[in-house]
């Protein structure tokens, strides 16, 4: 089955302590990119890859690392989380088409807090 | 910047009702736009897409209209369903890697 997984579901942590959401995908998508989602504001893109070794910056990088080593992974790192951190995460994929309006899969979100 | 603007919710509305739901856009160039449903706990899932001016995307009973004069994509339906209550989110892609959602819009569908 075509899915994009994200690991942990949910997670609590406190102020300064690194963590590391995972996300991989098994349609070798090229494509793959983080979000997260807050109240009011929709999704707001933090990082995206569009293949292996090739990230960039979204709308709201800071205070998140990603790193692109394999083309299925795509974790998301907290080196330092702070209480804004606090949100709901979504990983998604899609193949390089993305320019002519192919759909992104998303997993099912990562639920984070920060104390 | 590019940016999309929708309708604030919760709408509520009676099963077999019409439903519209407001998207206005900012953006250069030539865009694609979505339109995604989000389901209780899930992640989005793309109901319908149009790649350039004048399409119409189509899925579920679900419409929605590129119109570049009025830079729009509302999305509609004719008869709702409960099935069909969730959170709609509007969104754009101007280029070839980054993605715009508005804030969504709920929906609730009584019987």
């Known amino acids: 089955e075509a899915q994009v997984t994200q690991n942990p579901r949910y997670l609590i942590t406190v102020t300064g302590k690194k963590l590391t959401v995972t996300c991989s995908q098994n349609m070798n998508h090229e494509y793959m990119s983080w979000y997260r989602q807050d109240p009011g504001l929709g999704l707001r893109q933090i990082y995206y890859s569009m293949n292996v070794e090739v990230t960039d910056k979204g709308d709201v990088p800071e205070g998140y690392k990603v790193s692109r080593k394999e083309k299925r992974n795509f974790p998301l790192i907290l080196e330092s989380p702070s209480p804004n951190q606090t949100s709901l995460y979504f990983c998604?994929?899609?193949?390089?088409?993305?320019?002519?309006?192919?759909?992104?899969?998303f997993g099912s979100g990562t639920q984070l807090s920060v104390l | 910047g590019d940016s999309v603007t929708q309708m604030e919710g919760p709408v509520t509305l009676s099963e077999e009702a019409f439903l519209t739901i407001n998207c206005t856009y900012t953006a250069t160039g030539y865009p694609s736009l979505f339109w995604y449903v989000q389901y209780p706990g899930e992640g989005l899932q793309l109901l319908l897409k149009?790649?350039?001016?004048?399409d119409k995307g189509s899925n579920k009973g679900f419409e929605a209209t590129y119109r570049k004069e009025t830079t729009s994509f509302h999305l509609e339906k004719g008869s709702v369903q409960v099935s069909d209550s969730a959170v709609y989110f509007c969104a754009l892609s101007p280029n070839f890697n980054k993605f715009y959602f508005g804030s969504g819009t709920k929906l609730n569908v009584k019987p």
């Open positions: 998604a994929s899609s193949s390089d088409r993305v320019a002519l309006g192919e759909k992104l899969f």
């Open positions: 149009a790649t350039k001016a004048d």
